[in-house]
């Protein structure tokens, strides 16, 4: 079945960069667009990049844009989204999806990431 | 940037009521809206997508509807475990965007 997991998250101070990974299993990696989503506590869902199969065409939100990364690597199977000169506003549960035509289909399970002096 | 707008914020429900969720885009995004389903502490689960078609798994309790910019979901015979927040999410255009939520509670 199909497995996505997050890791990477922690706490880092304003200013800082953190590296997430996504490691997926249960589908052909390689035939997906794959993105990241996020969620500030107590808050909604914040849709953040988009990267296509081939790593082709990546789309940011503009609350990103400049300070966020997304990359793949299909023969590992795994999705990274590097995030520099983080804020207190980036503080928030980090989810990545695979994107199906217009939805997102499978939703890992989450990755925390505190921004904190 | 394409706005979605949920209301209401949200609904206190007793089991086995009916329950309506109205997502209203800044303009018209065609059939592209989906719904999503999320419990305390865990991911969003994918519902509905191009307005009404129900993704493999989910309960045919749930049902989508709209046209344009106006779109609905509904619970028809609220269950214990449809107690969640619903999100409704445009993929007209980039950037993807979400309603901001809808928490269903108990009465």
């Known amino acids: 079945q199909v497995q996505m997991a997050e890791s990477g998250g922690g706490l880092v101070k304003p200013g800082g960069s953190l590296r997430l990974s996504c490691a997926v299993s249960g589908f052909t990696f390689s035939d997906y667009y794959m993105s990241w989503i996020r969620q500030a506590p107590g808050k909604g869902l914040e849709w953040i990049s988009y990267?296509?199969?081939?790593?082709?065409?990546?789309y940011y939100a503009d609350s990103v844009k400049g300070r966020f990364t997304v990359s793949r690597d299909n023969g590992k199977s795994s999705l990274y989204l590097q995030m520099n000169t983080l804020t207190t506003e980036d503080t928030a549960v980090y989810f990545c999806?695979?994107?199906?035509?217009?939805?997102?289909?499978?939703w890992g399970q989450g990755a925390l990431v505190t921004v904190s002096s | 940037d394409i706005q979605m707008t949920q209301s209401p914020s949200s609904v206190s429900a007793s089991i086995g009521d009916r329950v309506t969720i109205t997502c209203r885009a800044s303009?018209?995004?065609?059939?592209?809206l989906a719904w999503y389903q999320q419990k305390p502490g865990k991911a969003p689960k994918l519902l509905i997508y191009r307005i009404s078609s129900l993704q493999n798994g989910v309960p045919t309790r749930f049902s989508g509807s709209g046209s344009g910019t106006d779109f609905t979901l509904t619970i028809s015979g609220l269950q214990p475990e449809d107690f969640a927040t619903y999100y409704c999410?445009?993929?007209?255009?980039?950037?993807?965007?979400f309603g901001g939520g809808t928490k269903v509670e108990f009465k």
């Open positions: 999806a695979r994107w199906q035509l217009d939805r997102f289909d499978y």
């Open positions: 990267i296509s199969d081939n790593s082709g065409t990546k």
């Open positions: 999410q445009q993929a007209n255009s980039f950037p993807l965007t």
């Open positions: 303009e018209a995004i065609d059939n592209w």
